[in-house]
Every structure is written in C-alpha cells, then in structure tokens.
C-alpha cells in the first residue's frame, strides 16, 4: 500500500531534550515537507527537500533540523525542544513539484507533540 | 509574498444547502490552487486541483483571477461533507505549498 508513515503518533518530553520524528515513504516521492498545524495559523512549512541531499527552509525552520540521505526517509530533529514547538506534525511526499499543475502531496498520518 | 486567506475559521450549514468555503490568494504569478480535506481522524488529502476544473464528490472551485479567488462550492451539502478544508497555493522557484488557515465545516441533520 502506497504510504507515507511517521512516528512516533504521540510524544510527550520535557524542554532541551533532543528527539526525531521519522518521516518514510514508499512512492519513490522526489519531493518531501514537514508541516506543523496549529488552531488558527493552518499547515504552516518547516522545511522541505526536493530529493536526496537537498533540503532547504520552509516559513518556520527555527528550532528545527532535517536531513535526507535517503530517497524514501526525511526526519525532523528537534535539538532542544521548546514549548513553543508543542504542535501536530505532518510529513508529506509527493513527485517532483515541477510537474504542471502541481503534484498530490500525500500526507502522513501526524504526530503529536507535546514538550513541557 | 504569497498568502492564502480563508476567512471563516467556522462553518455550519443544514444537510441539502448549498455550502460555500472562501478561499483568496494573493500572488504575483500564475496561480495553482488545490483544496485539501481532512475528515475527522484521517490524513489530509487532496480534494480537487484548479487546473483539472473537476468535480469530486459533488464539489467544485472556479479560479476567479479578478477576483483572486477559488472558492470551494457545493449545490447540496451532506452530512459526510463535515471535515477541514485548505486551501492552498502553489509557489516559488521551488514550487512551495502555502496553505490556508482552514475552514471547518458542519453540516447539521
């Protein structure tokens, strides 16, 4: 089944503490994001890569890292987590965004975050 | 900058009325606007796209360029139709999804 997986689905930690998010799919997806949503702001981006090796900021990269050594794998590291990154996280995939009209982006089902 | 507006953060509508869920953009190139859905405990997913001018499950959004607008429209709402909806935009040289802030729609018995 084609999909885009992530986990934990649930975390709760306490501030400074360094944790990772996994991000995998099996599309073969040129393209993966990370999203956060928040009551009222909507899916704002984190960061995102358009293949192996390339990755580069979203609108909110600030307390947040990524890497992408593999195609299907792009995980969220958070160094130091602050309160303010209590948040839900969607990773996503799609093909190259190049395409006309624009890919589908399939989305992962979120992870919920909490940091005390 | 891009921006996506969706004005209504609440919607309610009675099931078999019509239901309209604002979306504008602004944008200095040629606009590729989606609408994104989530039901209640599942993965965002696409809904329709601009360029496809289809219709999914009864739903339909016309790119208004005068106006800057894609509003999502439905003739008759159901009860199922309850979920999320974003709008979004797409952008850049790297082709960046901005989204709106999302709607959340009620259709009541």
């Known amino acids: 089944e084609a999909q885009v997986t992530q986990n934990p689905r649930y975390l709760i930690t306490v501030t400074g503490k360094k944790l990772t998010v996994t991000c995998s799919q099996n599309m073969n997806h040129e393209y993966m994001s990370w999203y956060r949503q928040d009551p009222g702001l909507g899916l704002r981006q984190i960061y995102y890569s358009m293949n192996v090796e390339v990755t580069d900021k979203g609108d909110v990269p600030e307390g947040y890292k990524v890497s992408r050594k593999e195609k299907r794998n792009f995980p969220l590291i958070l160094e130091s987590p602050s309160p303010n990154q209590t948040s839900l996280y969607f990773c996503?995939?799609?093909?190259?965004?190049?395409?006309?009209?624009?890919?589908?982006?399939?989305f992962g089902p979120g992870t919920r975050l909490t940091v005390t | 900058a891009q921006r996506v507006t969706q004005p209504e953060k609440l919607l309610s509508v009675f099931k078999g009325a019509p239901v309209e869920l604002k979306c504008n953009y602004s944008?200095?190139?040629?606009?590729?606007l989606f609408w994104y859905v989530q039901y209640s405990r599942q993965r965002l997913q696409l809904l329709l796209r601009?360029?496809s001018r289809e219709s999914i499950k009864g739903f339909t959004a016309d790119l208004n360029k005068g106006e800057t607008s894609f509003h999502l429209k439905k003739p008759f709402a159901q009860e199922e139709d309850s979920a999320m909806y974003y709008c979004a935009l797409i952008s850049g040289s790297a082709r960046q999804l901005t989204f709106g802030s999302g709607t959340q729609l009620t259709v009541l018995p």
């Open positions: 944008y200095s190139g040629s606009p590729e």
């Open positions: 996503a995939s799609s093909r190259s965004p190049g395409l006309a009209g624009g890919p589908e982006q399939y």
């Open positions: 601009h360029i």
